[in-house]
């Protein structure tokens, strides 16, 4: 069965990318900085903070969960959301890793 072109990637490329394709969008870095700003787990509706519907809210937070870059978890009707720390943890050092390789001072045309 022939390859997808991402299944010629290795495995820690394929994560970069998905953590990079997680924060491709200024919704979902909204929401992380949000997160990250009240520092407690939030139960209720996060669209109340961002100008955006309900429902592409909702999708962001599918997208950031699905990353793991956050945790959801139903309590009765609401779903209370946290930042996953060891995930943002994770995050961090690949940025800096990645950072670093691509920095090539004297190097650039």
Known sequence: MPQTKNEL???DLRHK???FKALAHPARVAILEYLATIKTCMTGNISDELPLSRTTVNQHLKELKQAGLIKGTVQGAKTNYCLNPDAVKAL???CIEFLKKIDVPNLYC
Do not use: H, P, R
């Open 17 to 19: 990318a998905m953590l």
């Open 92 to 94: 961090n050092a690949c």
């Open 9 to 11: 990637f290795s495995d």
